[in-house]
């Protein structure tokens, strides 16, 4: 199923070849299924954010789209795993943890590539993948 649906947004002209790799490497991870899905639902903004619910309509007219960890700006997918001040700390913790420096970048595909890139052993890469994917799956 991953690939038909991969193939028709490729058709579309939706995917990039960059974010393409990064889709492959995030099934290709040693995560469980579920958490490999859900991070590949994060990144193609399938994720119930308040601004997908907004945007479908899901929400009352009049409910706040403020983040619900912060209360703070707009509640999306790059805000909430990103930018947000709790999201920002947790990430910032894990990569000092692991001796890592890299700013936040401005989306996730950019911070997947971090991730993926910060190391040329193949074995430590695939722990990297890992961690990426428990600090998503913590933050949901």
């Not at 308040?50 to 403020?66: K, M, Q, V, W």
């Not at 960890?69 to 509640?75: K, P």
Request: charge should be positive.
């Amino acid at each position: 199923m991953y690939s038909k649906l991969e193939g028709l947004m490729i058709q579309e002209g939706v995917i990039t070849n960059d974010q393409q790799r990064v889709f492959v490497r995030i099934w290709k991870s040693l995560a469980p299924s579920k958490v490999a899905a859900f991070s590949w639902k994060l990144l193609h903004n399938r994720i119930p954010t308040r601004d997908n619910l907004d945007f479908r309509h899901a929400l009352p007219p009049d409910s706040p789209l403020g983040c619900v960890m912060c209360d703070g700006e707009w509640e999306s997918a790059t805000h909430l795993f990103l930018h947000c001040e709790v999201a920002m700390k947790v990430w910032d913790s894990v990569m000092r943890w692991l001796a890592m420096n890299f700013l936040i970048p401005p989306n996730l595909f950019l911070l997947w590539e971090n991730w993926d890139g910060a190391s040329y052993n193949k074995k430590i890469r695939s722990g990297y993948r890992l961690v990426w994917h428990a600090v998503v799956w913590s933050l949901q």
